[in-house]
């Protein structure tokens, strides 16, 4: 579904993506992980063009993203993206976030969307807040609504860049939930996350990147237990050190 081949990207003189070579496959769901500052973000954003790449070719679904031939707005509809911060429209309600982007890029009717953003609301747990505009919601709640704005276009992938990094802690397993419920209905999921618990159990595979280079693959199971690369290996270690925990909890 998904292919980089050997993608590069400079921020300035500073090397964000270094050779990247990553296959992902339909309906598999990959988490991405490393330090902060390691490109995680900018590969998942090079997907859907948010971040253009300075060499190398990115496939989906056996095309190039920068084929000239290739629509932006048509590539995008394949590709759902939940970004940090939300990205609701703060002056529409509920529904017509959701609704708002079937309706102009698909061509659907009214009623016909509003059918669909009713039924992904339940699915998200939801349904009361159809009327609800973004600013009287939780954290947790606008991005469940995010999740459902991006179900709306019914993608074939779904990119995640931290979803969980601007919410209270009481507040990330809501959203886990709902992620964790797609990751058993066939779409193609790249999930970048520090929440190490969520990836040992949803992912099928454990992309580890460090300084722009991908260091290592493996199912979580062999990630977990004993990473093959030193830097990997590092990374669990503080992740699991008590200052961290201690950190973390705070």
């Known amino acids: 579904m998904i292919q980089f081949k050997k993608v590069s990207k400079q921020f300035g003189t500073v090397p964000v993506l270094q050779d990247i070579d ?9 988490v991405i992980c490393g330090p902060s500052g390691s490109g995680k973000s900018t590969l998942i954003r090079s997907i859907n063009r948010l971040e253009e790449i300075d060499a190398g070719e990115i496939l989906v679904d056996g095309l190039s993203v920068h084929d000239p031939s290739r629509s932006l707005n048509a590539l995008r509809r394949e590709i759902g ?19 708002l982007a079937p309706r102009r890029l698909a061509g659907q009717s009214r009623a016909a969307a509003e059918a669909r953003a009713v039924a992904l609301l339940e699915q998200v747990g939801l349904s009361e807040k159809q009327a609800a505009f973004p600013a009287n919601l939780s954290g947790g709640q606008q991005q469940r609504v995010a999740i459902a704005r991006a179900l709306a276009l019914s993608p074939r992938i779904l990119l995640f860049d931290e979803p969980t990094s601007a919410l209270d802690p009481e507040m990330v397993g809501e959203v886990l939930t709902v992620i964790r419920q797609l990751a058993h209905q066939g779409i193609t999921l790249v999930v970048v996350t520090h929440e190490m618990g969520f990836a040992r159990e949803v992912a099928d595979r454990i992309v580890f990147v460090d300084k722009g ?33 201690s950190e973390a909890s705070t």
């Open 22 to 30: 990553l296959h992902i496959a339909t309906g598999e769901v990959v």
């Open 81 to 99: 993206f939940l970004f940090q911060q939300f990205n609701l429209y703060p002056h529409l309600n509920v529904l017509d976030n959701i609704t």
């Open 213 to 245: 280079r991908i260091l290592e693959q493996a199912t979580p199971a062999a990630f977990f237990r004993q990473p093959s690369h030193p830097r990997a290996r590092q990374f669990l270690q503080q992740l699991t050190s008590p200052l961290h925990l």
